[in-house]
């Protein structure tokens, strides 16, 4: 029976009978034996991994030896094949997943239960014919990537201790939004100048929530029992006004602290201009040029005030705690959907704003979307600079908006906060917006 793979033909493969002097290849890359000692080297390293793992175990079924024979099982399957045909390829498949059959009932006999092990024999073996069929880098990636799970299995059981089940549903909620809603998402523009596009503002809302996915499980993992500083720098990546409304309302239960949350609430309202910054970088790379020394500018001094207060709180017998602080993410189906309706809103407003008012429209929307949020607006001038709007006039706006969060941030603090934070907080915000005004002042008289 001959089986036609033609479709798999054009695969950058390495044909069995290639020859030449490795040392006068062009690409040494290209070379069977180069790729055979990649192949084997992914296999040395899974194979270590597991030598190491079961080093005390009696039961061992696969090491430093079995790995790499594997590997070069994979290539040379892969080899026969020569890109023409993948039967030697799907029979070598079929020897190895008998022989990590055989491997799970010896091992289960012994009282071991678990396919750990033999899953990696089959990666192994498949590393070996992607490196032979020219998958490179993807292949050396895969295996790091493997070594490192390998790995870790202590660590892993670790984590997944330390999920309840709200965590699993925040997993499943971004699956939801990231995974399964995008894909159905219409890639078609209406609206007023075509602005509107359900694909590019849902993969915006994507990438939002996928931010303050990260800076929410690094508040799981890392936990809040680090400091009240590390426990801000880590909150502000989900909500910096958040942090700020949870330690203004420790400093009054908590006032020998003041100076530690003041600071701490500073440096979290700081960081959020880098994420204003790599908002922005995403969108439209050549904006970075005219927002990034404005922004850095802003962040420098509320890092700088921020640092000094921290620093001028009095030695105490106790440090200040934050293991009753709760930075609630807005991760969700509801916030997302929220979320995009605000984006919305501010693009249309945008649009509307600088055709029938100008360019003092679009500063007063960007001021006024300032107090909720700085994320749709940051990301709506970005992407409608050096378009429909001047750069010049989508930095200011954005500089705007992060002028009136901040004294969003400055009010929040001085209604909830200790007197104690509210001067102080003051201070460093003040800091903050002076910045920001003669950042926008440089722009408006000197472009």
């Known amino acids: 029976m001959n089986l036609d793979f033609s479709p798999f033909s054009n695969l950058p493969c390495v044909p069995s009978n290639a020859t030449g002097n490795i040392m006068e290849s062009t690409d040494l890359l290209n070379h069977p034996l180069v790729r055979f000692a990649i ?137 939801v939004i990231a995974a399964l809603i995008l894909p159905l998402v219409p890639d078609e523009s209406f609206g007023p100048g075509n602005v509107l596009n359900p694909r590019s503002i849902w993969l915006v809302v994507v990438l939002v929530t996928a931010v303050s996915f990260a800076g929410y499980l690094l508040m799981k993992f890392l936990g809040t029992s680090r400091g009240a500083l590390i426990t801000a720098m880590l909150g502000s990546l989900v909500s910096s006004t958040a942090v700020t409304w949870e330690f203004s309302k420790k400093s009054v239960t908590d006032e020998g602290h003041s100076r530690v949350y003041a600071g701490s609430i500073i440096i979290a309202s700081s960081i959020m201009f880098f994420r204003v910054i790599g908002f922005a970088y995403l969108m439209n790379p050549a904006i970075i040029s005219y927002l990034a020394l404005p922004l850095i500018a802003m962040a420098a001094a509320g890092l700088i005030s921020g640092w000094l207060i921290v620093r001028s709180q009095p030695a105490m017998s106790s440090e200040a705690t934050t293991d009753d602080v709760e930075i609630v993410s807005r991760l969700g189906l509801a916030s997302a959907l929220q979320f995009g309706v605000v984006y919305v809103a501010i693009k249309l407003a945008v649009v509307f704003a600088k055709e029938y008012v100008g360019n003092a429209g679009v500063y007063a929307a960007g001021a006024l979307s300032g107090i909720t949020d700085v994320d749709a607006i940051t990301i709506s001038m970005a992407q409608s600079a050096g378009a429909s709007i001047e750069f010049t006039v989508a930095v200011a706006t954005i500089i705007l908006a992060t002028m009136f969060n901040t004294l969003v941030k400055a009010v929040i603090s001085s209604t909830r906060g200790s007197k104690e934070v509210r001067r102080l907080t003051q201070l460093g915000f003040g800091a903050i917006v002076c910045a920001g005004v003669a950042g926008i002042l440089k722009i408006w008289l000197v472009g």
């Open 39 to 175: 192949a084997s080297g992914l296999g040395v390293l899974l194979g270590l991994e597991r030598e190491y793992s079961y080093h005390s175990s009696p039961i061992m079924v696969a090491g430093i030896r079995t790995f790499p024979l594997i590997a070069a099982f994979g290539f040379i399957c892969s080899m026969l094949g020569g890109g023409a045909s993948f039967l030697p390829l799907i029979a070598g498949m079929v020897v190895i997943g008998a022989l990590a059959v055989s491997s799970y009932h010896y091992a289960a006999q012994q009282g071991k239960i678990g396919i750990t092990t033999e899953t990696a024999l089959i990666v192994t073996y498949t590393l070996g014919a992607a490196v032979q069929l020219g998958f490179l880098v993807e292949s050396v990636a895969i295996g790091i990537t493997a070594a490192i799970l390998l790995s870790m299995k202590s660590q892993l059981r670790g984590i997944v201790e330390q999920l309840a089940i709200e965590d699993i549903h925040t997993l499943l909620k971004f699956v």
